[in-house]
Nanobody
């Protein structure tokens, strides 16, 4: 069964760091771009970071630029989201998604596979 498995969420104090992992099982992530999305309580899910399948180029929304880094480990079939300088407003459920976006990476319909989600809580 093809699936994305996420890990690494948890509780962290403001200013702290977390790294989320997104591992593909049953298929190769090499041919897929990966987007990271988050949904805060009472809000819509939105894309925050993206890594291309073509050249591993990355894109970030302004809210996380300079604090979050997305990277790919091809031998491990895994994509990571390193989150530094976390703020309370980063609290959300984070999901990774794999696909080949043709219009824009922020559209959820562009993705074929979704992880189960990882809860990230930033609080003192």
């Amino acid at each position: 069964q093809s699936q994305l498995v996420e890990s690494g969420g948890g509780l962290v104090q403001p200013g702290g760091s977390l790294r989320l992992s997104c591992t593909a099982r049953g298929f190769s992530l090499d041919v897929y771009a990966v987007g990271w999305f988050r949904q805060a309580p009472g809000k819509e899910r939105k894309g925050v970071a993206y890594i291309s399948h073509l050249d591993d180029s990355t894109t970030y929304v302004d809210l996380v630029k300079g604090r979050f880094t997305v990277s790919r480990d091809r031998p491990k079939n895994t994509v990571y989201l390193q989150m530094n300088s976390l703020k309370p407003e980063d609290t959300a459920v984070y999901c990774c998604a794999a696909g080949v976006p043709h219009i824009t990476w922020t559209l959820e319909g562009e993705y074929d596979y979704w992880g189960q989600g990882a809860q990230v809580n930033v609080s003192s």
